[in-house]
């Protein structure tokens, strides 16, 4: 494991890990489904890539999705181009650790995946999730189209809105278009079907992730 101090803020690009032009080789199959991981995908999918703390419990909330195609576990939002795990861990790279979602939007919308994603963790608590603490860590959704990016920031203020009612701070959420995703280490991917035993430290804060404003209280 690579030490440094770098793991409470995003380093600046100018001191981050360059990185390799190697891209890191994983099953094409899902563990759980054996539908393919890597692209190219068909034109009917689209894919957003969410953090939400330690991506082995993050990628578990999303594969049994009816419209979800497939998941995979990667890193993105950083500047290392095709990081090891210990590299993001150290917090030279930037990235942060995601769950690659490819759904069909005819079965599922994004609506239902981002209610998932906000309830299934607390978006308040900055570059830590519980006790993971570390860059890596943060809340973030990067889109891949415009359209995605505005549904994205529209539930970020609506849940903003609801957190408040029960005395939660500011979402700490980054939101943004166009992050490239790398895929993570072989043994990450769909680690908690591999493992049912394993670690996940995932925890919302029970709050439910409704379409329209609550009641004040």
């Not at 415009?146 to 979402?171: H, P, V």
Request: with cysteine; proline share 2%.
């Amino acid at each position: 494991m690579i030490e440094t101090s770098f793991k409470n803020q995003i380093i600046a690009q100018n001191k981050a890990l360059k990185g390799r032009q190697e891209k890191q080789a994983v099953t094409n199959a899902h563990y759980v489904h054996k539908r393919a991981i890597t692209g190219p995908f068909q034109d009917s999918l689209e894919d957003i890539s969410l953090g939400l703390g330690c991506f082995w419990g993050a990628e578990k909330k999303f594969w049994n999705q009816d419209g979800v195609y497939t998941t995979a576990v990667g890193y993105s939002g950083g500047y290392t181009q095709n990081p090891t795990y210990d590299e993001v861990c150290s917090g030279l790279t930037g990235h942060s650790e995601v769950v690659k979602v490819i759904y069909n939007s005819k079965k599922i919308t994004l609506k239902h995946l981002l209610s998932i994603f906000w309830e299934s963790h607390d978006p308040t608590q900055g570059m830590r999730q519980g006790n993971d603490s570390g860059t890596q860590y943060r809340s973030a959704i990067y889109c891949y189209n415009k359209k995605q990016l505005n549904d994205a920031l529209f539930s970020k203020n609506l849940y903003q809105e609801q957190l408040k009612t029960y005395g939660y701070g500011e979402i700490t959420t980054e939101v943004c278009v166009n992050k490239e995703f790398f895929y993570a280490e072989d043994y990450h991917q769909q680690y908690l079907a591999k493992n049912p035993n394993g670690y996940c430290g995932l925890g919302g804060t029970g709050i439910k992730y409704t379409h329209s404003l609550p009641n004040k209280i």
